[in-house]
């Protein structure tokens, strides 16, 4: 089969998979926008708050490989049909929960056994089934569905927050995204019903074996750098709309302001796939941790600057969405296809607790001293370690020559 022959028979395969990867990251568009709104009207502490997605990211990482197995066992197509609606309906629980932490964090906890099961890992495995000469391309494109999720979710918060209440965005954007992504899904998987098989490769494909990876200097500096990057892109991406309420905007501009970086990040998708087919990997890699560094030098001086409220999310969004291309990029060159799952599985998890786990560290920084400004200075300094530490892994094998040793 061509590549136009194969995208002429796939392209509804991989909408799907756009708005599908959209509604798996369609809550923290939400969570950013009513974020100082639950604040003041629960009393709870920020820290409180944002504790919510860190129990989301942890328990996938409780599950395991659970997960994997049962899309192997089950197949993704009848996983799809029963976690999607599951899914949705987590995030719209949010919106229940009251002035109950307990249903605040049962809710997250929801959320977090559900998200294996309708993350982009599930639609690349679909994707896979489908594409051969244009696979790259297709995941490249399905992943978009990530920045399309943070462009649009905050203009559906801010609309539902000002004119109904915090409670009714999470409903709204559970609702959003299960129109956009159960019909589209049930009717596309059901053309492409061999996508919902396992179909068992007789190729011996090059790379290393899973133990040789994990013992590896390189395997571990990636992943270094996944924790720090992501971190501080997770603080960022979550703060950034109080930081500009407490600059002086209105929410309504914060969240114009924030959903740009939806756009951002589909650009960044797109152009990062693109550089590292070009230059070394570990140097594009480096060279995308710079631009949220300007974005925290930006926010230091913000003053309500509509320039700076502009600027700053762009910077942030074509940063997290190149660097999501470039990191599978880099495991599939530094570790061969043999074994790329088992890498980029443990730096998906890792990409989820630093993007979690670090906006409540900044949480913690913000109520006790009242101001960004620390925690604007340790993500700009999370960012040059991150540079400097995926600079030190040289360059990647030649995994067409016989091989001497392991790494």
Known sequence: ??????????????????????????????????????????????????????????????????????????????????????????????????????????????????????????????????????????????????????FITPLISIFMLERFGWWTVFPAIGLAGLVLAYPLALLVLRRHASAGKIAASEVELPGMEVREIFASFRFWAIAVMVILQYGALGTLFIHLQPMYLQSGIDAVAAAKYASTMGL??????????????????????????????????????????????????????FAMGSEGDIIAYMAAKYFGPRHFGSAISVYMALYTVGFAFAPVIGSIVYDALGSYDRVLTWVAGSLVAAALVVQSIGRPPDFSLPRRDAA
């Open 1 to 150: 089969m061509t590549a136009r022959e194969e995208w002429a028979r796939g392209w509804p395969l991989v909408l799907a998979s756009v708005f599908g990867i959209l509604l798996s990251a369609a809550f923290a568009g939400g969570f950013s926008t009513a974020l100082t709104t639950i604040q003041q009207q629960t009393g709870w502490s920020r820290t409180t708050i944002t504790a919510g997605p860190m129990v989301a990211a942890a328990i996938p990482l409780i599950m395991g490989p659970l997960p994997g197995i049962l899309i192997n066992l089950v197949g993704p197509r009848t996983i799809l049909r029963i976690a999607i609606p599951a899914y949705a309906a987590s995030i719209a629980s949010l919106g229940l929960t009251g002035s109950s932490q307990a249903a605040w964090y049962s809710s997250w906890a929801a959320i977090g056994i559900l998200s294996p099961f309708v993350n982009p890992v599930i639609w690349t495995i679909v994707l896979s089934r489908v594409f051969d000469a244009n696979r790259g391309t297709a995941f490249a494109v399905a992943m978009c569905g990530v920045g399309l999720a943070h």
């Open 264 to 317: 951002a990040l589909i650009v960044g998708r797109l152009f990062g796939g693109y550089l590292v087919d070009r230059l070394p990997s570990r140097h594009v890699a480096a060279a995308i941790c710079i631009l949220p560094i300007i974005a925290c030098i930006l926010l230091l001086d913000v003053a309500g600057s509509p320039t700076i409220a502009l600027v700053a999310p762009l910077l942030i969004g």
